[in-house]
């Protein structure tokens, strides 16, 4: 779970987000949590599956644009479209979280 969630500017996990946990290719332990309740759960584990599948977990290395430092476990945040509803991804290690866009 990400410890930092104040830090790195995220929501504080919701005490009902629904939360699917799976395996890395790896074998290491990943999940993702639909911290808005709203997505079927059926869409969450296919989006986890194809995270795992695509080995989109673990600490990743991300420069900020014009900067000189490159920052490990820096999360990632993407738009993904799910039904037809469209919701922010950040990606943090071994977590893929689900938010409100």
């Not at 709203?38 to 795992?52: E, N, S, T």
Request: aromatic share 4%; with cysteine.
């Amino acid at each position: 779970m990400v410890e930092n969630t104040a830090e790195e500017g995220l929501a504080p996990i919701r005490a009902d987000a629904v939360i699917i946990e799976g395996k890395t290719k790896r074998g290491k332990p990943c999940k993702i949590i639909d911290n808005t309740c709203l997505v079927p759960r059926a869409a969450l584990q296919a989006l986890l599956d194809d995270l795992i599948e695509q080995e989109h977990f673990g600490p990743s290395g991300l420069s900020m644009a014009g900067g000189n430092s490159i920052r490990i476990g820096a999360p990632q945040s993407a738009h993904v479209q799910l039904g037809d509803d469209i919701y922010r991804m950040i990606v943090v290690d071994y977590e893929a979280r689900i938010e409100v866009f």
